[in-house]
T-cell receptor
Framework: EPEVTQTPSHQVTQMGQEVILRCVPI?????FYWYRQILGQKVEFLVS????????KSEIFDDQFSVERPDGSNFTLKIRSTKLEDSAMYFC?????????????FGPGTRLTVT | GIQVEQSPPDLILQEGANSTLRCNFS?????LQWFHQNPWGQLINLFY???GTKQNGRLSATTVATERYSLLYISSSQTTDSGVYFC???????????FGKGTRLHILP
């Protein structure tokens, strides 16, 4: 069964550094998402992306975050200048159709630790 | 916005026992998904079940959309079933799905 993959599984970085989290969505999916889970809290929506544009973003997704589909297979989340509070699990998801009424397939996540 | 409540918050069972996890939601939904977060934090897709019943091995799920709840059944629990189980639903015709707080399941050997 096709699945969403994410790399790395764990990333440790120093405060103020830039990080790029990578995702390979399911190949025939056109809609991509990032979610975040701070330790011990709920999984929260960050951003959705379609046709090389942000479709929707949450209040969390401020100017330090950006997303990109650099080629036909990867989908990335960049954090420009990491803060301690960015430490979290980051999940990528993809779906065949836009709108949350359709199934979103989640990757296993990247644990980001900012020191 | 839509509210998602999961119960119980914590559940401790002996290996081999059966369990039922519940998800209540406050409005009509077109999407309901169940996930398992393992002790390493990885999220695993379990079911897409906006209505009806599905089964996958020892796991099954039922959603009664008209009564706004879903149940996840785990039979003959194994220690590898430990972790947090999340329910998530769509909210108000936008792109995101909204997660509940989860049920933390501990299976003792």
């Amino acid at each position: 069964e096709p699945e969403v993959t994410q790399t790395p599984s764990h990333q440790v970085t120093q405060m103020g550094q830039e990080v790029i989290l990578r995702c390979v969505p399911i190949s025939n999916h056109l809609y991509f998402y990032w979610y975040r889970q701070i330790l011990g809290q709920k999984v929260e929506f960050l951003v959705s992306f379609y046709n090389n544009e942000i479709s929707e973003k949450s209040e969390i997704f401020d100017d330090q975050f950006s997303v990109e589909r650099p080629d036909g297979s990867n989908f990335t989340l960049k954090i420009r200048s990491t803060k301690l509070e960015d430490s979290a699990m980051y999940f990528c998801a993809s779906s065949q159709f836009l709108a949350a009424s359709y199934e979103q397939y989640f990757g296993p996540g990247t644990r980001l630790t900012v020191t | 916005g839509i509210q998602v409540e999961q119960s119980p918050p914590d559940l401790i069972l002996q290996e081999g026992a059966n369990s039922t996890l519940r998800c209540n939601f406050s409005d009509s939904v077109n999407n309901l998904q169940w996930f398992h977060q393992n002790p390493w934090g990885q999220l695993i897709n379990l079911f897409y079940i906006p209505s009806g019943t599905k089964q996958n091995g020892r796991l099954s799920a039922t959603t009664v959309a008209t009564e706004r709840y879903s149940l996840l059944y785990i039979s003959s629990s194994q220690t590898t079933d430990s972790g947090v189980y999340f329910c998530a639903v769509d909210g108000n015709r936008d792109d995101k799905i909204i997660f509940g707080k989860g049920t933390r399941l501990h299976i003792l050997p």
